[in-house]
């Protein structure tokens, strides 16, 4: 079953390097199950039974380090050359 993604604009995008919080809370909803889904573990109850639970704390800490990456992106503008 092939999945189709929503991808963030460009104006998103470069919103988003500007510091519009709305816009960056945009890209991590667009990117949220995909981290969700990176943060999977197993845990294990007294009984040795498996769950799987998304460890929220490293969740956290993806999510911080998008936003700085977000923050810290440059889009290069490109300019004519005479």
């Known amino acids: 079953m092939k999945h189709i993604f929503k991808k963030p604009s460009f104006y998103l995008i470069s919103s988003a390097t500007d510091g519009d919080e709305k816009a960056i809370e945009k890209i991590l909803a667009i990117y949220d199950p995909y981290i969700s ?13 498996v769950y799987i639970a998304v460890d929220m704390e490293l969740k956290g ?3 911080e380090a998008l936003i700085k990456m977000i923050l810290d992106f440059d889009i290069p503008l490109e300019t004519e050359e005479e």
């Open 37 to 49: 889904k990176c943060c999977l573990r197993s845990l294990y109850d007294e009984y040795g039974n």
């Open 61 to 63: 800490r993806i999510r």
